[in-house]
């Protein structure tokens, strides 16, 4: 699927590589001076949703459906986010840039007491929009979002090759469990996949600076 590249990724203000301090800064900068917001998702997003959906499963190597296999219709999709919606410990945040949407993040709980504390995340950002800082602001939402109901266990998995990704979830605080040997096909090759999770933990108070007077 072809798409309009943002006029401030021409003009070379942000490209892949960029450090930690940049991404640091990139984020309210792009707050500031562009309309990106993130929010959580509604039922009319459903046609937005599918369309970013399908430009990810286009772009990267590393998303589960290959270009073509993504067969939900739009009425299908907003049933499943209507649906999502009904439990308090499921939850998906869009990134958006205008009317466009740029990346999402989602959560999904467990409907038994035993384990309704965890949730299985899945994150995604437009190839576009990358290395600006988006992920983790999207992490970060979702955090607090998780805090307030009580999830204290956020999991995952990730192929062993999706350095971009780790490299977020490890940024983001989680670490790797466990291995899911030849988890996952390539079309060439199997590929590891890894089980990685974070447990939330009640914020330090922040701690006293001054000498006891
Ligand atoms: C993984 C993904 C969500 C990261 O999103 P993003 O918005 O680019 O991430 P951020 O800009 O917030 O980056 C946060 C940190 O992740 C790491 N990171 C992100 N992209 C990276 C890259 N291409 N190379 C190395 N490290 C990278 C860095 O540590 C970065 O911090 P820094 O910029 O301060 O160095 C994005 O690359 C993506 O959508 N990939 C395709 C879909 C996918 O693989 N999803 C995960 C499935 S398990």
């Not at 296999?69 to 049933?79: F, G, L």
């Not at 999830?151 to 971009?164: D, H, S, W």
């Not at 605080?173 to 933990?201: C, P, S």
Request: hydrophobic residues 40%; aromatic residues 10%; proline residues 4%.
């Amino acid at each position: 699927m072809a798409r309009k590249s943002p006029s401030r990724r021409k003009s070379g203000m942000f490209h892949e590589g960029l450090s930690s301090f940049t991404g640091l800064i990139a984020w309210p900068m792009l707050c500031l001076f562009s309309k990106m917001n993130i929010r959580e998702i509604h039922e009319t997003d459903a046609a937005a949703f599918l369309e970013l959906m399908h430009s990810i499963d286009e772009e990267s190597p590393f998303a589960v459906l290959k270009p073509g296999e993504r067969k939900t219709t739009v009425a299908e999709q907003r049933d499943e986010i209507r649906a999502l919606m009904v439990h308090d410990n499921r939850k998906i945040f869009i990134a958006e840039d205008g009317a466009e949407l740029i990346g999402w993040v989602g959560a999904w709980g467990e409907r038994f007491e035993r384990v309704r504390h965890s949730v299985w995340l899945s994150v995604a950002v437009r190839q576009d929009y990358r290395r600006l800082g988006i992920g983790m602001q999207l992490f970060g939402k979702l955090e607090s979002w998780a805090w307030q109901r009580e999830i204290r266990r956020m999991e995952l998995q990730v192929a062993a090759t999706n350095l971009p990704a780790i490299r977020l979830y490890l940024k983001a605080g989680f670490q790797i469990e466990g291995t899911r040997r030849e988890a996952y096909f390539t079309g060439d090759e199997f590929i590891d996949e890894y089980l990685m999770a974070r447990l939330l933990k009640a914020p330090e108070p922040p701690k006293n600076l001054y000498p006891k007077w």
